[in-house]
């Protein structure tokens, strides 16, 4: 059970270029999430999804693209990358339903992708 | 969702009690506490939560007041390992679309 995974670990772009993060996650949760976070602040949700299929945008969603193609992976797109999305990525996903018969949501984490945009 | 506020640092001495407080004044009556922690730069990790009660797990405990508009996260016995960011989150359960960190506490674990 390796939990939630992250592709790459590292990235350099140049302005204008683009890519794509991947998040994968084993344990047949349901909500996924992209997070960003830059030095020194909190994390701010950038696109969420609450099923295969499906997504919606968080707080920070501008110059990015998600998709959820596959129940246990989440994709994050950056079309043209500018050295203001310069950040951690960070990805997560959450259970609908919990032990004991109690909600949970409790998150679980990725180790994080560091972007910088040159 | 609620709003939250932390003190941006504290600092504990190693094998205390260390006592993180967050107010929550705008909570709703569905809305949850959550509490995480960031240690280094890693993914936060999940401590524990609560509605209205008061929860223990083997990490901490929550203490929530009465009016729910306060809270305050125990670690009884803190370690240098402890030293991290602390994230006081109120959202319902429910709203995955709401799961946004403040920028939380720095604990500072001081031998």
């Known amino acids: 059970n390796a939990g939630v995974t992250q592709t790459p670990k590292f990235r350099v772009l140049k302005t204008g270029q683009s890519m794509t993060l991947l998040c994968a996650q084993d344990m047949n949760h349901e909500y996924m999430y992209w997070y960003r976070q830059d030095p020194g602040m909190g994390l701010r949700l950038i696109h969420y999804s609450v099923g295969e299929g499906t997504t919606a945008k968080g707080e920070v969603p501008d110059g990015y693209n998600v998709s959820r193609l596959k129940k246990q992976n989440f994709l994050l797109g950056l079309e043209s990358a500018a050295p203001s999305q310069t950040s951690v990525y960070f990805c997560?996903?959450?259970?609908?339903?919990?032990?004991?018969?109690?909600?949970?949501?409790?998150?679980?984490f990725g180790p994080g992708t560091r972007l910088t945009v040159t | 969702d609620a709003k939250t506020t932390q003190p941006p640092s504290m600092d504990c001495a190693e094998g205390r009690a260390a006592n993180l407080p967050c107010n929550h004044s705008t909570i709703s009556g569905n809305e949850y506490v959550y509490w995480y922690r960031q240690i280094h730069s890693q993914g936060p990790q999940y401590i524990i939560h609560g509605l209205k009660n008061n929860e223990t797990n083997e990490m901490a405990s929550l203490i929530i007041t009465e009016d729910r508009k306060s809270s305050t996260l125990i670690l009884p016995h803190a370690t240098l390992r402890d030293t991290a960011v602390y994230y006081c989150?109120?959202?319902?359960?429910?709203?995955?679309?709401?799961?946004?960190f403040g920028d939380g506490t720095t604990l500072t674990v001081k031998p």
């Open positions: 989150i109120v959202r319902v359960a429910t709203n995955a679309g709401k799961s946004t």
């Open positions: 997560a996903s959450s259970s609908q339903s919990g032990t004991s018969g109690r909600a949970r949501y409790e998150q679980y």
